[in-house]
């Protein structure tokens, strides 16, 4: 059944150059970025706070070297040493043949990048959903949002889709895909969580046949239902304070209904570890949930259609493009669509990564598309099949995508142009002028 909306005069909340539609790690990038380079931003946001998965789902980790040398810099160097000057991560003590270079905290690195945006000049509107593009002659003139005081518009010359589900390409047409090839399955969701009350000493005192011995009840529990699906099968090297990544979940991140139910079935198996921990792990005794997700983190969802797709073969080639905006490190790492916490990385080691020391590239192709010229999308909604989503998909290389177009959104705008046409060469000169690693770029770029 449909209900017809009558058309109404909808008065003007803000306008400005560039609207970034989601304040999760790449929007923030984009809106500091494009700030930085002189046009005038709005950030709307619609939780409390910016930083999306790795505030809000307590996604912590930072992957920025290709196993021998970091190669992502610009604005995650920037956020990284902010946070690692307030004491709000630790950097591991070599990225000596691993990816993940820091750790951080969520609530700490909320505040770096609220700082960040601020010091930029950049409008942000938290609580604010962004409702329905305004799209008129294959241009987006910006988004309609619900407020306290009724309906508004917020109007702008370029639009950058973050809110990682690419809810404004996908409401304004541009063609998307979701999940795999086979079953339109996306990756497995998952519900983050930190633990406190653990007794160290306990923990500490036990012996690797104690510790050995209480994984394999562990796994047989799993085994006969007892316990939740996982892959990890031992909390015996656990902190306080810290964030599991062991409860995964499976279905369709674009159904509220259904990712209601998933968040709370999510939590209910958190709490299930918990309980079981207790009664058999010495030193949990008295552990406690100290905080789950505040959101249920989510892997997937749209994928909008690009002038470029990034795919497995580009990833693990480590294909280089003209149009490069950053480099990519990540493996394949596809987490099972149907929710048995089984992921590609652990199971096919290293055949899913990209060559030691070596690196794609993230093209800005994969953030325009054909539709609409005045309309981006940056971040995990970018082009990509689900192979190569499975990579690019992380923290790093979202703010890559964000830190490349708000860049070239701002010199579209001085330059009176549109963001497809910003000579790439241009473009790159200004990234690593901003301190953006770009090796290798080929020869026409
Ligand atoms: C459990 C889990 C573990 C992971 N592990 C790692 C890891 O170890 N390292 C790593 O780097 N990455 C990891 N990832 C991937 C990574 O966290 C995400 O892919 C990445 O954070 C996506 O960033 P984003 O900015 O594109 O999207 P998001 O972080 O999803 O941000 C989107 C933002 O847009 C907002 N929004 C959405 N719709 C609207 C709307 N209509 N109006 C206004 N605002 C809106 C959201 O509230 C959110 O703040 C993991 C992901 C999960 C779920």
């Given at each position: 059944?449909?209900?017809?909306v009558?058309?109404?005069?909808?008065p003007?909340?803000?306008?400005?150059?560039?609207l970034?539609?989601g304040?999760?790690?790449?929007?923030v990038?984009?809106?500091?970025?494009a700030a930085?380079?002189?046009?005038?931003?709005v950030?709307i946001e619609?939780?409390?706070r910016?930083g999306?998965?790795?505030?809000?789902?307590?996604?912590?980790?930072?992957?920025?070297?290709?196993?021998?040398?970091?190669v992502?810099?610009?604005l995650?160097?920037?956020a990284?040493q902010?946070?690692?000057?307030?004491?709000?991560?630790?950097?591991y003590p070599?990225?000596?043949?691993?990816?993940?270079?820091?750790?951080?905290d969520?609530?700490?690195?909320t505040l770096?990048l609220?700082r960040m945006?601020?010091?930029?000049?950049v409008?942000?509107?938290?609580?604010?959903v962004?409702?329905?593009?305004?799209?008129?002659?294959?241009r987006?003139?910006?988004?309609?949002?619900?407020?306290?005081r009724?309906?508004?518009a917020?109007?702008?010359?370029?639009?950058?889709?973050?809110?990682g589900?690419g809810?404004?390409?996908a409401?304004?047409?541009v063609?998307?895909?979701?999940?795999?090839?086979?079953?339109?399955?996306v990756q497995?969701m998952?519900?983050?969580?930190?633990?406190?009350?653990?007794?160290?000493?306990?923990?500490?005192?036990l012996?690797p046949?104690r510790?050995?011995a209480?994984?394999?009840q562990?796994?047989?529990?799993?085994e006969?239902?007892?316990?939740?699906?996982?892959k990890?099968?031992?909390p015996c090297?656990?902190?306080?304070r810290?964030?599991?990544n062991?409860?995964?979940?499976?279905?369709d991140?674009?159904?509220?209904?259904?990712?209601?139910?998933?968040?709370?079935?999510?939590?209910e198996?958190v709490?299930r570890?918990?309980?079981w921990?207790?009664e058999?792990?010495?030193?949990?005794?008295?552990?406690?949930?100290?905080?789950?997700?505040f959101?249920?983190?989510?892997?997937?969802?749209?994928r909008?259609?690009?002038?470029?797709?990034?795919t497995?073969?580009m990833?693990?080639?480590?294909a280089?493009?003209p149009?490069a905006?950053?480099h990519?490190?990540?493996?394949?790492?596809i987490?099972?669509p149907?929710g048995?916490?089984?992921t590609?990385w652990?199971?096919?080691?290293?055949t899913?990564?990209?060559?030691?020391?070596?690196?794609?590239?993230?093209?800005l192709?994969?953030?325009?598309?054909?539709?609409?010229?005045?309309?981006?999308?940056v971040g995990?909604?970018?082009s990509?099949?689900?192979?190569?989503?499975s990579?690019?998909?992380?923290q790093?290389h979202?703010?890559?995508?964000g830190?490349g177009?708000?860049?070239?959104?701002?010199?579209?705008?001085?330059g009176?142009?549109e963001?497809?046409?910003?000579?790439?060469?241009?473009?790159?000169?200004?990234?690593?002028a901003?301190?953006v690693?770009?090796e290798?770029?080929?020869?026409d770029?």
């Amino acid at each position: 059944m449909d209900i017809h909306v009558p058309e109404a005069r909808v008065p003007v909340l803000r306008d400005c150059d560039v609207l970034v539609c989601g304040g999760g790690t790449a929007g923030v990038a984009a809106a500091v970025s494009a700030a930085r380079h002189g046009a005038e931003v709005v950030l709307i946001e619609r939780w409390p706070r910016v930083g999306g998965m790795m505030t809000c789902a307590l996604v912590t980790i930072w992957h920025r070297s290709d196993r021998e040398k970091i190669v992502i810099n610009g604005l995650v160097e920037e956020a990284t040493q902010r946070a690692l000057a307030e004491g709000w991560g630790v950097a591991y003590p070599s990225v000596e043949g691993r990816h993940e270079t820091h750790n951080f905290d969520p609530e700490g690195m909320t505040l770096v990048l609220h700082r960040m945006l601020d010091e930029a000049g950049v409008r942000v509107l938290c609580y604010t959903v962004a409702g329905e593009p305004i799209v008129e002659d294959e241009r987006i003139h910006g988004v309609l949002v619900e407020t306290k005081r009724g309906r508004r518009a917020i109007t702008a010359r370029i639009v950058i889709d973050a809110t990682g589900d690419g809810d404004i390409a996908a409401k304004a047409g541009v063609p998307f895909e979701v999940g795999r090839e086979a079953d339109g399955r996306v990756q497995g969701m998952t519900m983050m969580y930190r633990l406190c009350g653990l007794d160290h000493a306990a923990l500490d005192a036990l012996t690797p046949d104690r510790r050995e011995a209480i994984s394999a009840q562990m796994r047989a529990a799993i085994e006969r239902g007892e316990l939740p699906p996982s892959k990890t099968a031992s909390p015996c090297g656990y902190r306080n304070r810290t964030i599991p990544n062991m409860c995964p979940v499976a279905g369709d991140p674009l159904d509220e209904e259904e990712l209601t139910r998933l968040t709370v079935l999510g939590r209910e198996r958190v709490f299930r570890f918990v309980r079981w921990w207790r009664e058999h792990v010495p030193g949990f005794e008295a552990a406690q949930v100290e905080q789950t997700g505040f959101s249920l983190g989510i892997r997937e969802s749209r994928r909008i259609t690009g002038r470029k797709t990034l795919t497995a073969e580009m990833v693990l080639g480590a294909a280089k493009q003209p149009d490069a905006i950053g480099h990519g490190i990540w493996m394949i790492d596809i987490h099972d669509p149907r929710g048995s916490g089984y992921t590609t990385w652990q199971d096919r080691g290293d055949t899913n990564m990209v060559a030691r020391g070596d690196s794609y590239h993230i093209p800005l192709g994969m953030c325009l598309n054909a539709a609409i010229p005045n309309l981006a999308v940056v971040g995990r909604c970018a082009s990509s099949t689900h192979e190569g989503h499975s990579s690019v998909r992380v923290q790093t290389h979202c703010m890559v995508m964000g830190q490349g177009v708000g860049t070239c959104a701002a010199m579209a705008l001085a330059g009176g142009t549109e963001m497809a046409r910003v000579p790439a060469a241009d473009l790159q000169r200004r990234l690593r002028a901003d301190g953006v690693y770009l090796e290798d770029v080929p020869a026409d770029g």
